[in-house]
DNA sequence: CCTAAAACTTACTACTTAGTAAGTTTTTAG
DNA sequence: CTAAAAACTTACTAAGTAGTAAGTTTTAGG
């Protein structure tokens, strides 16, 4: 069913986050990687030796992505707003899917996680919650945003409400999620 | 170990829920709760035939929980202020715990239970909403607050400040979480 | 004291889980 | 064309999962 063209590592990558943004790592097999992907259990340890391996590639692979955003973002003519838009663009789109963020997923996982991943998550969060800050400080520089906390306080509030937001309104509706993001967004513009 | 003195049905529900807080859903199993109470697991499914069924019978004592906490709140001469107060307080309780809120942890499973559980969620989470919101009607009403957002947006906010607050502080350090918690607090007072 | 219901234990089933070792096919590079 | 490395499949293990049926102990009421 699914395409067995290019790069099988990626297409494993692509579908444990999948599933992990919309069931939880605790709650999907390497079962249901190989069944979609229509080949073996065994085909996909092949690749990722236990699903520690699998959870890092995962966390790896977001973290790359989020810096390759920060990249594009940073000095190519985007205003505050606009970086801050497409941040929370991505939690649209996952409120959309009926997905969660990986954070919150992984988040709410914690505890049964192993070390070595508690400590990338840790760095990854720190990265996330760093380029929020960031732009948040360089839009009040600039006079687009009026907040009265510290940035790293507004990102931390930002953050959550998103956070919170997706997972919430996979609860009570979608509806709930486009109230929080358009209030937050007015918090910040003051 | 564990005191087999009173209620074994409620000695259940009060480990099921601590495990819930603690690792999440699809993250324990009954071993754990009849190790926990030193008995056979066999003597788990006497009380709850099932995991939905013991999920449900721990959403119902918090929902009830919730209610009593209402009612015990509502008319006695608390202002606003100490109401809103003593549901942040709850979530302060599970930050020092390294827990997480019920509600964020089974949000994050949600797509993984079954409907009648979705229901009971939805309802659950409906009913805390609703108690946020009236409590903060009602202290912009007597003066307390002075929030601009509408008094279902504020409450949508607040929450998932204080949901993924406890989530993120479990993985950043508890300093995170109360800087949000404060923050909260100067937001809806103005 | 006696009985019957409640609260268990023992002993099991059927299934799913992550993970592995050994062998086969496919791809790639010289 | 060929060798060898990469990408698999087959066939399995050991452990853990929810759940059940039948028997035993404990508790409470008449």
Redesign the interface.
Known sequence: MAPRNSDTKQEILRIGMDLIK???Y??FSYADISQALDMKNAAVHYHFRGKEDLLTGILDQYLNDYVQMGKQLQGSGFTALQKLEKFIERYSVLTEM?C?CII??V??????LPESV?VK??EL??LV?QMVEKTLQEGKKRGEFHFT?SA???A??I???????V??S???GKS?YE??RK??V?QVKG
């Open positions: 919309r069931y939880g605790n709650a009926n969660i919150g997923s988040a709410s996982d914690f505890n049964t508690k998550i840790k969060v720190s919650l906390e790293k306080t507004q931390l509030l953050m959550t409400n998103l956070a919170a937001g997972q919430l996979r609860i009570t709930d109230l929080i209030a937050l007015r």
